[in-house]
């Protein structure tokens, strides 16, 4: 109907995110349009595959974790208050530990009406009440300050950049856009003053140095990108630079909860387990 691109993409917020948007209308000003949709695909891509590998490192602990939640609830709640019946026909008196365990079966199973309504509500209050005003900035603040986040906050920051660039976005203009991708108000307003410290001539890599204080590593890229004039493949290097520490961290972590969450079920399990046989011991030793 004669309408650009960006119009018509602009007309679907809940479709196409706010960042695609604003980079088909650079590239529609700048007739660059082939090529950031190029750079666009990749960065989609890029993304897709770092989450497909968050699930796939994630869903054999989240398996076994279910797995194991299943025979700890059989345990206390089947088996546990068999042998505790037991025990009292024979009028023994039961163990702290067993006592306890039949307590807490017998809570679980009383209450539990409440415990679904209760996940639910605080599903609910995540949703609806979202922190807001300086309680938001404190908590991405305090969020930001996070290793791994700190991180993945870097990454995103660099590969925005790097697209931004190439669609042929100016630096102060692709910093204020970048910015606004990252969902951390801290980061935005911190990313703010080192687009107004650019604006007043000052080099990109010293002032996001002297706001924001990132890794040697961030700044040494940047300085070499400002002194050979390819800051847009500097930035995209530091992108998959920083995605591929994440993606090995992630590995690295995942490989170390598997023993220790295996470690930690079995001994509930053993736990529930001696709370069970305790008695009988005790039988055994007064006959």
């Known amino acids: 109907?004669?309408?650009?691109?960006?119009?018509?993409?602009?007309?679907?917020?809940?479709?196409?995110?706010?960042f695609f948007c604003q980079m088909v209308k650079m590239g529609e000003e700048t007739g660059l349009i082939s090529m950031v949709m190029n750079n666009l695909a990749d960065h989609f891509e890029r993304k897709l595959a770092f989450k497909r590998e968050i699930k796939e490192a994630v869903r054999y602990p989240l398996f076994v974790f279910a797995v194991a939640l299943g025979v700890k609830g059989f345990l206390l709640f089947q088996v546990l208050p068999f042998f505790s019946s037991l025990y009292l026909d024979f009028g023994q008196e039961l163990p702290i530990l067993t006592q306890r365990l039949i307590f807490l079966s017998?809570?679980?199973?009383?209450?539990?009406?409440?415990?679904?309504?209760?996940?639910?509500?605080?599903?609910?209050?995540?949703?609806?009440?979202?922190p807001r005003g300086k309680f938001k900035f404190w908590l991405d603040g305090q969020?930001?300050?996070?290793?791994?986040?700190?991180?993945?906050?870097?990454?995103?920051?660099?590969?925005n950049l790097s697209l931004l660039l190439k669609a042929g976005l100016p630096?102060?203009?692709?910093l204020e856009v970048a910015s606004k991708q990252i969902g951390n108000s801290f980061f935005q307003k911190k990313m703010t003053q080192t687009k107004e410290e650019v604006e007043q001539g000052e080099m990109v890599s010293q002032a996001i140095e002297k706001i924001l204080t990132p890794d040697p590593f961030f700044i040494c890229m940047l300085r070499i990108g400002e002194e050979t004039g390819n800051l847009d493949e500097m930035t995209d290097q530091i992108?998959?630079?920083?995605?591929?520490?994440?993606?090995?961290?992630?590995?690295?972590?995942?490989?170390?909860?598997?023993?220790?969450?295996?470690?930690?079920?079995?001994?509930?399990?053993?736990?529930?387990?001696?709370?069970?046989?305790?008695?009988?011991?005790?039988?055994?030793?007064?006959?």
């Open 171 to 174: 630096l102060d203009r692709s």
């Open 143 to 159: 969020l930001a300050r996070f290793w791994a986040v700190r991180k993945i906050y870097w990454a995103n920051l660099a590969n």
């Open 239 to 287: 992108g998959s630079y920083y995605q591929n520490e994440m993606e090995n961290w992630l590995k690295n972590l995942i490989s170390f909860l598997e023993p220790l969450m295996i470690l930690i079920i079995a001994g509930f399990i053993s736990l529930i387990m001696v709370g069970m046989l305790l008695p009988m011991l005790e039988m055994v030793q007064v006959w």
């Open 106 to 130: 017998f809570f679980v199973k009383e209450n539990a009406f409440f415990f679904p309504l209760i996940v639910l509500g605080m599903a609910l209050l995540c949703r609806f009440f979202k």
């Open 1 to 18: 109907q004669g309408n650009s691109l960006f119009s018509g993409v602009s007309e679907h917020p809940g479709f196409f995110p706010q």
